[in-house]
Structure formats: structure tokens, C-alpha cells
């Protein structure tokens, strides 16, 4: 890494900073999903399209992740981080302002092509900021991020309509906001190497570099097979906020309150399972067993919700399919850390980029079977998914172990 871990000093004000942003990036990010039968009708885009611009921003973020390990290394993650944070509110305002498919399309991508930056280094600064209490601020992170989300129920209600555009202009200025909080920390960022490289220390080094070093844990069998797995549930946890809240809308006609009411019981769910997931692995539980049942009840809950009979039936699964998805994330993300604690800036653009290569195809799919079929199929189709990772998880447990035993190493 950037700097050895004895080198890092805590820098709690940017930690802060990190938490509220997440705050910010819940409500954001919650719009989407909820949002899209407003955006559809406005810009007169139809399901497949919207399935392939999810796809299509795919693209856009796979660029961004083979560029992160370069920029990182020149820029830091921290002002890289401020890029993302800035590039984002620009693709928010962008898609306020749209009402054609081509406006709303290039506002999506620019989002999708520069937000990565945020998401990735928002993971790797956190875990930078302070390197003794990193295994409880990744799992409170994630704990912040649904505590926000439950908020975010009453914002999509409230964006919700004609008007769905507002709230892309309030998720763009609070983006602002958060850019101008962290410019406010520079000075404590740019002492910490390992968040802002020094200039000399890019010019020495930038000869001695191997570019493909950014991915050379994919050279890992252990680690290949558990990326495998992180494609499966990353690609899908997105789509699980998409098309269950679509299901409800397209197949019940659910009106914007039931819809805000999903999103928020959704994210009741997904608090009530990372508040468990934090005192379960300080008294010993198995990070990995842990995480194998949370990915077996995901795969339940998606296969539950269009077999429900009615309306406020499937509305009221929305919970357990929070609860199953809520520490699925904060877990591997464990189970990541302790397994590959010496290059986290590596580790936190693979998480990331994991889904991004799921999410390239598996959106189109899910969109085409539910123009033709309905959005059951579909739903059963990523629980079928969600059970394969099961399998991957597993897999990546019995390599590592053999690894560790070949290595002579003690298990983490």
C-alpha cells in the first residue's frame, strides 16, 4: 500500500465526514429505482431501455475502474474521492434537467463513469482514515448508509410524481455540500500518505510501477473464486432495489405512498441486519458462515415475493428482503479485510468493479423477461442466481483455508 500501517495517524474529522456523506448518498441513491416509472414516462423511454442504460452505465464504470489503480497512485484516494463526489452532483443536476431518453441517458453516464470514484474510495479512505478501528467503521458505514435510507422512504414520496426532477436537485446540492465539507479537511488528508501522495513520491516511483499490479489478486485462486461470488450478490443487491419496488408498481399498480412505504420498510430491514451484524462477529461468529446464510435467505426472499397473492403481501415482504440483503455487504467486506489487509485500495476497486461486470448483462435480462413475462420470472431468476453464489462462497472458503495451510500462515 501507500504507506505502512505503522505510518497512518487517525483522522476522525474526515471519518465524520465520511458518515454524513453516506447519509447523503442514501437519499441519493434511493431515487432511482423508486423514481424510474416517473422518469419512463417523462422521457418516454420504455422498461428494455431503461435495462439497457443500466447496462450501458456499466460500461462507463469498468473504464473508471481500469483507470482507479493509475489515479489512485498519482492522485490519492482522497482527491479522488473528491472528484467522484463532484462528478456525481454534476450527473444529478444533469438528470433534473432531462426529459428525452438521449438527455437522461448521458446524465446517467456521466453519474455512473465519474460517481465510481466515490463509491470505491469512499471504502479504501475510510479504511485509511483509521487503520485500528477499521473492522467496526466498515460495518457502521453500512449501518449509516440504511439508517439514511430510512429516510429516504419519505424523500421518494416526496419526489415522487410529475415532479420527480426535484429530487435530483436536491441530491446534486447535497453533494455540493459533502465536496465543501471534505476541501475543508484537506490539510488532515494531505498528512496521511497512504490518502494524498506527495508529488516526489509519485515522480520516484511512477518508473517503477507495474500496471497490472492493480489486479494482481485476481491472480489468486482464493480470491478469484470469492470475486466470482461478489459478482453474483453485487449485481444483484442492485438489482434488488430496482425491480421488487417495479414488481410492486407494474403488476399491483401500487401508488407513490405504498411505493415510499416499500422503500422504507426495506430499509428497516436492512438496519435491524447490520445493527445484528456487528456484536454477532465480536463474540466470534464466523464471518464466512455468517455470510453464506445471508446470501441463502437473499435467495429466499426474491423467490417469495411473486408468489405472494396480494398486494399487501408482497409489499410486506419488502422487509425480510432488506433484512437478507442489509449486512450481506458489511460481511464481505469483513471477510475481506481480514483475508487481504495489505493492498486495500486494490481490494476496495475490485468489490467495486464486481458488480459492475454482473450488472453489464444482468439488467437487460431481468428487463427483457419482464416486458415479455412479467417481472416474477425475473425476480426467480436472480433468487436462482443468489443460491449459485452460495455455491462460490463456499468454494472460496476451502481454497483459502488450502492456501493458508500451504503457506503455514494461521487462519483470520
Known sequence: MAASISDRKPVQRIS??????????????SLFGPLTNDIMRTCSMTLTEVGALVSASQAAVFLSFLALPALTRRLGSYRLLLVGILGSAIGFFLMGVSRTPWMFSIAF????LLG???????????????????TTNIPLMHLVYSVGSIGAGAFVSWAGGPSWYKGYYVAAALYILGLLLFLTRWGEAK?????????????VSKHRHNP??????????????????????TS??????????????LSWEATASMTGLSVTIYWVGSTVSRVFVMPSLKKGLNATVLLATLT??????????????????????MPLLGFAFG??????????IRRWSDDMDQVANLHMISGVIGRLVLPVIVSSIGERSGLGPGLLLLAVLMALAVVMLLLSERLYRKSVLQDGGTMV
Open 116 to 134: 465510481y470514484f466515490y463509491s470505491s474510495c469512499n471504502y479504501a479512505v475510510m479504511a485509511q482514515c483509521d487503520v485500528k478501528r477499521r
Open 16 to 29: 465524520k465526514i465520511l458518515f454524513l456523506m453516506l447519509v447523503i448518498n442514501a437519499l441519493a441513491s
Open 212 to 233: 497490472f499490479s492493480g489486479f494482481s489478486l485476481l491472480l489468486r485462486k482464493e480470491f478469484l473464486v470469492f470475486f466470482i461470488f461478489l459478482i453474483c450478490v
Open 327 to 336: 449486512a450481506l455487504n458489511p460481511v464481505s467486506q469483513i471477510v475481506e
Open 191 to 203: 498528512g496521511n500518505a497512504a490518502l494524498m501522495p506527495s508529488i516526489r513520491r509519485i515522480v
Open 296 to 317: 441463502g435467505l437473499c435467495s429466499v426472499a426474491l423467490a417469495v415475493i411473486p408468489l405472494m397473492p396480494t398486494a399487501s403481501l408482497a409489499l410486506w415482504t
Open 109 to 112: 453516464l456521466t453519474q455512473s
Open 236 to 249: 444483484i443487491e442492485y438489482c434488488a432495489t430496482i425491480y421488487p419496488v417495479l414488481f410492486l408498481e
